[in-house]
């Protein structure tokens, strides 16, 4: 089984709609974060929390918000998806030596 | 402001060729280095990481050294093959004040048989 889990996998939605992605890990860390990727920009972190109470803004938070509901869960909403948060979404975790594994990704598509 | 800045692909090389991925960066204090490679439909992994100047990280035929004074940390393989066709990403990761973990843009190497 995987380490790092999201759902959806795709999402299709309508600009306007309140989405939320969700991720899970079975590592034990407590470190979690996520990024957008988009072609030609890499990936471009939108928070990251380093345990349960601890939620911090990244390069690119605007337009977002998240959720850390338990060490092993932390979901990310747009409250008002707009077509330029089109984008492939990766959740990741990490220990304290900072390497960081990733989620396989969730495409969001909003027309 | 830190950065990472890779070179822009795709590279395009045959079976067994010699392979170099240039990567600098610009960062306070002492930063990480990683590399992380992205397989077609997959989420990022580690390929290899150096965490203070002159170490150099190695897997599976992959290596880059953490020059400091260039700031540095070109990746190469020796002899690549088929299966190395993916998005490689550069990173640097820094701790001291804010916390930040930054992304180079990829390079797409495309090996051919």
């Known amino acids: 089984d995987a380490d790092v889990t999201q759902t959806p996998r795709n999402r299709i939605t309508k600009t306007g709609k309140r989405i939320m992605l969700e991720c899970s890990q079975t590592?034990?860390?407590?470190?979690m974060y996520w990024y957008r990727q988009d072609p030609g920009l890499g990936l471009r972190l939108i928070y990251y929390s380093f345990d349960v109470k601890d939620i911090n803004k990244g390069e690119i938070s605007d337009g977002y918000s998240v959720s850390r509901q338990a060490q092993a869960k932390f979901s990310l909403s747009l409250e008002s998806a707009i077509p330029n948060q089109t984008a492939l979404y990766f959740c990741?975790?990490?220990?304290?030596?900072?390497?960081?594994?990733f989620g396989p990704g969730t495409r969001l598509t909003v027309l | 402001g830190d950065s990472v800045t890779q070179m822009e692909g795709p590279v395009t090389l045959s079976e067994e060729a010699f392979l170099t991925i240039n990567c600098t960066y610009t960062a306070t204090g002492y930063p990480s280095l990683f590399w992380y490679v992205q397989y077609p439909g997959e989420g990022l992994q580690l390929l290899l990481k150096a965490t203070k100047a002159d170490d150099k990280g190695s897997n599976k035929g992959f290596e880059a050294t953490y020059r400091k004074e260039t700031t540095s940390f070109h990746l190469e393989k020796g002899s690549v093959q088929v299966s190395d066709s993916a998005v490689y990403f550069c990173?640097?990761?820094?701790?001291?004040?804010?916390?930040?973990?930054?992304f180079g843009t990829g390079t797409r190497l495309k090996v051919l048989a």
């Open positions: 990173a640097l990761s820094v701790t001291s004040g804010t916390y930040k973990y930054i």
């Open positions: 990741a975790t990490s220990a304290v030596t900072d390497t960081q594994y």
């Open positions: 590592k034990g860390h407590d470190r």
